[in-house]
């Protein structure tokens, strides 16, 4: 993916200079794990960092979606401020009421495909917006290149920066609160113009 231009950022590919830290950022700071299997060794960030770079040239070959982690730098400084991308989520959202009105989804025992957003940023420079900022650039992209139709954000229902960026990306945020991981669920629907432009986005 060609790097995004926000106001205050850049969102760019991973290099493997990146390393040390993205990991002082993940691992150190943040302690942030995707499973329990995850350790936090700077071996196993390596191995992640070498597969996410990799990534990036197998999904331009397999013309998949630019998923995976990418880079968050300050425009004024190029420091690396944190990760953000987009993911492939298969979820049993016709759990959940509004996702079977709007995707037709009746089904509440099959998980159902979406793309998701994720977004990690550290803590000095957390609550400044970054994250909101990144997520847009990625939901604008995501919608007037990809023509995507729909973009979800999954996340749990302690972690309520998170919801609170959300909230403000102008998601429509529908509750799980027994779910196991599936607690919050961020919906924001694009509405394209018949000229096929996007104009508006609607959660
Ligand atoms: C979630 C995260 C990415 C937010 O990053 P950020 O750059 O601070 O986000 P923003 O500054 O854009 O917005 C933060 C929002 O959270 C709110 N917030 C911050 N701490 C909060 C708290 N303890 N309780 C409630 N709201 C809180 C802020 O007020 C702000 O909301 P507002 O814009 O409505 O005022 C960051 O906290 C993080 O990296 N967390 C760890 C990784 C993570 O959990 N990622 C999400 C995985 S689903």
């Not at 290099?15 to 942030?32: A, Q, S, T």
């Not at 987009?86 to 959202?93: D, N, Q, R, S, T």
């Not at 957003?117 to 970054?130: E, K, N, P, V, W």
Request: proline content about 5%.
């Amino acid at each position: 993916m060609k790097p995004i231009s926000t106001e205050r950022l850049i969102i760019r590919e991973f290099r493997p200079n990146d390393l040390g830290e993205i990991y002082r950022i993940l691992d150190v700071e943040l302690k942030f794990k995707d499973s329990s299997e995850q350790d936090s060794s700077i071996a196993q960030r390596k191995k992640w960092l070498e597969w996410t770079i990799q990534s990036y040239e197998q999904n331009r070959l397999l013309l998949n979606p630019p998923y995976g982690d990418h880079a968050i730098v300050l425009k004024d400084s190029m420091q690396l401020v944190g990760t953000c991308g987009l993911v492939p989520v298969l979820a049993p959202l016709g759990l959940i009421p509004y996702y079977r009105y709007m995707a037709d989804a009746i089904d509440t025992e099959c998980n159902y495909p979406e793309v998701g957003l994720f977004c990690a940023i550290t803590s000095h420079y957390q609550c400044r917006g970054f994250a909101y900022e990144a997520s847009m650039g990625l939901i604008d992209y995501a919608f007037s290149k990809l023509k995507l139709k729909r973009i979800v954000g999954i996340t749990k229902q302690y972690n309520n920066p998170s919801i609170a960026v959300l909230k403000r990306l102008g998601m429509r945020i529908e509750t799980m609160p027994g779910h196991k991981w599936m607690q919050v669920v961020g919906f924001l629907e694009n509405n394209l113009n018949t000229d096929g432009k996007t104009n508006k986005m609607a959660g």
